[in-house]
């Protein structure tokens, strides 16, 4: 298994949002998350990540497997296209951008600075990032935002390919995108009763995506 989730409990802040959770993802399979505004879809992706620690239960992945993009795209605004890429290039250790280049249609954009493209350009690139990343395992949190069809083809391929190539990915995205060997897990279930998904105030807790 690329990834294995056991009993896992995740908080947002002082709240516990979700509880027992578990699931496996081998290689070659995508997840995609499922669940109501505010059941904790990002709170999710963002303990899987290691970006906020679990309240209780294992996860599973071998080290540095796992790639994390959100809403947020994380891309250094006074660089080109070209040097951003070459930047996490160095961060993750590999050389080799001509693929994400390829995936993305990021040619003619290379020179550009990232603070003077379009939010779907720039959508376009921080998803090269993960091209680039060399790991396993993609956690993606509604990644086809800003996006229009043709690139949402392109994303889709892109994941098709990682996967072709025993990757994994855990998608939340409301998006059918297609993709091979894709398998639904919806969270409402695990929903702690702190915050029930149907509370009217769930949504008032930030970070969680549609």
């Known amino acids: 298994m690329n990834l294995r989730v056991t009993d896992l409990a995740c908080a947002r802040g002082p709240a516990q949002i979700l509880a027992g959770v578990s699931f496996a993802v081998a290689p070659g399979q995508a997840l995609i998350l499922r669940g109501p505004n505010g059941a904790g879809k990002t709170t999710l992706l963002r303990t899987l990540a290691g970006l906020t620690p679990p309240i209780a239960g294992r996860i599973e992945a071998e080290p540095d497997a796992i790639a994390y993009a959100s809403h947020a795209d994380g891309l250094k605004s006074q660089l080109t296209v070209e040097e951003n890429l070459r930047f996490w290039a160095g961060v993750f250790g590999t050389r080799d951008s001509a693929p994400a280049i390829a995936a993305f249609h990021l040619g003619p954009l290379l020179d550009r600075?990232?603070?003077?493209?379009?939010?779907?350009?720039?959508?376009?690139?921080?998803?090269?990032?993960?091209?680039?990343?060399?790991?396993?395992?993609?956690?993606?949190?509604?990644?086809?935002?800003?996006?229009?069809?043709?690139?949402?083809?392109?994303?889709?391929?892109?994941?098709?390919?990682?996967?072709?190539?025993?990757?994994?990915?855990?998608?939340?995205?409301?998006?059918?995108?297609?993709?091979?060997?894709?398998t639904t897990f919806d969270i409402a279930p695990f929903v702690a009763k702190q915050i029930r998904a149907d509370d009217p105030f769930a949504d008032s807790f930030a970070g969680d995506a549609p």
């Open 113 to 182: 600075r990232a603070g003077e493209m379009s939010a779907g350009q720039k959508r376009r690139l921080s998803l090269a990032r993960l091209l680039v990343s060399g790991r396993a395992v993609w956690c993606l949190d509604e990644p086809t935002v800003s996006l229009d069809a043709e690139n949402v083809a392109r994303f889709a391929a892109a994941v098709t390919a990682h996967l072709s190539k025993g990757g994994s990915a855990v998608i939340a995205t409301h998006i059918d995108l297609g993709l091979p060997d894709a």
